[in-house]
């Protein structure tokens, strides 16, 4: 799904793949209008299986239905979102990104359909928890895109703040990382080569995004200096210094008393 939007058009994007574009409502709403009903619906789907995860008598249990209720409450938001979005002032030409777009979006849903692995319980453990944390920031990250959202390259507004000061594209990462989860859980060659198909068209759907915003939003090049693509780079730096320094102290601390 798309992450960043744009507010504004530039007239350098004429012929180059980008139009501006008078919305018709009807079709407007009839995406909306899907993109409810999948999500809502898929929702629903879950809230109707945690029942089944009663009683929660582990670990184990308490992780998955903690996952599946960040699960139910990210396709809820992602529903109700699609519904009050803003209407696109610019989208993108072509068969290419609207493919690239549904691929990213649905393929995944292929790995539910594999036999589960059979998994020790730490790394049963460790796939749960990634899908938990993931679908749960990825809740964060939707909120701050808010009515930008879309799930085809589309222009809206442009959102740089929250999230999208670490890196460009949170919400893919997240994604990235409850697909590492899903994967494990079914892992096998084939999971991993649909895992790896999902991960290379999620980075062409950002490139697609990306030429949007680069010819269409001027500011964005500035935005894009200062802010890594999806790895966040600064941050990890920033966290590594740290570890860096506190380990400096405690050796100094030691040194200056053995004791300590």
Not at 10 to 31: E, F
Not at 59 to 84: C, R
Not at 142 to 151: A, P, T
Not at 203 to 232: V, W
Request: aromatic share 6%; hydrophobic share 55%.
């Amino acid at each position: 799904m798309t992450d960043v939007k744009l507010g504004q058009m530039n007239p350098a994007t004429a012929g180059n793949g980008i139009a501006s574009c008078g919305v018709n409502p009807w079709l407007d709403w009839i995406a909306r209008a899907a993109i409810f009903i999948i999500y809502g619906g898929s929702a629903l789907v879950g809230a109707a299986g945690i029942p089944h995860l009663l009683p929660l008598d582990s670990v184990a249990k308490l992780l998955l239905a903690a996952a599946s209720v960040a699960n139910i409450l990210f396709l809820g938001l992602v529903a109700v979102t699609a519904m009050v979005r803003l209407v696109p002032i610019m989208k993108s030409k072509g068969i290419e990104t609207r493919i690239s777009a549904l691929l990213g979006t649905f393929l995944s849903i292929a790995l539910a359909f594999l036999p589960k692995a059979e998994l020790g319980p730490i790394w049963s453990t460790l796939s749960t928890a990634l899908i938990m944390v993931a679908t749960s920031l990825s809740i964060v990250v939707l909120r701050w895109l808010g009515k930008s959202f879309s799930i085809l390259p589309e222009a809206r507004l442009l959102v740089t703040e929250g999230p999208y000061r670490i890196v460009r594209h949170p919400l893919y990462l997240c994604e990235v990382v409850a697909l590492i989860g899903v994967t494990l859980q079914v892992l096998s060659p084939l999971a991993v080569l649909i895992a790896a198909a999902v991960v290379t068209i999620q980075c062409r759907r950002m490139i697609n995004e990306e030429r949007i915003l680069r010819l269409a939003f001027p500011e964005y090049d500035a935005y894009a200096a200062r802010t890594s693509f999806l790895i966040p780079v600064r941050l990890i730096r920033t966290g590594l210094v740290r570890l860096a320094h506190q380990a400096g102290r405690k050796r100094l601390t030691k040194a200056v008393d053995p004791q300590a």
